[in-house]
């Protein structure tokens, strides 16, 4: 079973402020890494992917890796109220199995 | 471009009827999946299929069969429903190889008294 614990929440943060998402993964075989945004009654959409440590950017959006502290991480700069969602965390250890945290509901307020 | 589609949308059974969800892919992606996601759980693998001809359980996948039709077609049957089952059912897809971007159906409600 692989675990991958996020913090539920709900976080919140006001408008313009950096939202910072944590989540940390059991299985040390896990290769991969992804964070999946799902607004409330809709289907997860990925926003970010992370293999090898340190940060990646893309935009207002830095994903954070640490394998040796089996952590990964999504700070959103300048949040907007379009930000608010769920944050879904999700690990494979080899691009065919895909497990997912319980999310980390995040609330931007104007 | 319809991307992933999943019917029904919604639907109510009976504990003990069975059900079949079924999902359409029209992006000549190889793998799909079988999630269900309930509040406070996310999203939990039920099946997997990687190439058309195989399947493999995921980590719940008691109480559930799936068939994997052809390339675009990914079925998820109950058999006997019971309340536990009740969630929202998501399908997915993604190309072959490193990628890790799944693609999702709008997803189906399903209740089951």
């Known amino acids: 079973q692989k675990e991958v614990e996020q913090n539920s929440g709900p976080l919140s943060v006001p408008e313009g402020a950096i939202a910072s998402l944590n989540c940390t993964y059991s299985?040390?075989?896990?290769?991969?890494f992804f964070w999946y945004r799902q607004y409330s009654g809709k289907s997860p959409e990925l926003i970010m992917s992370?293999?090898?440590?340190g940060d990646k950017e893309d935009g207002r959006f830095t994903a954070q890796l640490n394998k040796a502290s089996q952590y990964v991480s999504l700070l959103i700069r300048d949040s907007q109220p379009s930000d608010s969602a769920t944050y879904l965390c999700?690990?494979?250890?080899?691009?065919?199995?895909?497990?997912f945290g319980s999310g980390t509901k995040l609330n931007v307020k104007p | 471009n319809a991307g992933v589609t999943q019917t029904p949308k919604f639907q109510v059974l009976k504990t003990g009827q069975s059900m079949t969800l079924q999902c359409a892919q029209d992006?000549?992606?190889?793998?799909m999946y079988w999630y269900r996601q309930d509040p406070g759980m996310g999203l939990r693998l039920i099946y997997y299929?990687?190439?058309?001809?195989?399947?493999d359980k995921g980590e719940v996948p008691n109480g559930y069969n799936v068939s994997r039709l052809n390339k675009r077609e990914f079925s998820l049957r109950l058999e006997s429903a019971a309340p536990s089952q009740t969630s929202v059912y998501f399908c997915?897809?993604?190309?072959?190889?490193?990628?890790?971007?799944?693609?999702f159906g709008e997803g189906s409600r399903l209740t089951v008294l």
């Open positions: 997915a897809s993604k190309l072959a190889g490193r990628t890790g971007e799944l693609f």
């Open positions: 299929s990687a190439s058309e001809g195989t399947t």
């Open positions: 299985d040390r075989g896990s290769q991969s």
């Open positions: 992370i293999y090898s440590n």
């Open positions: 992006m000549n992606h190889n793998s």
């Open positions: 999700a690990v494979t250890p080899n691009f065919n199995k895909f497990y």
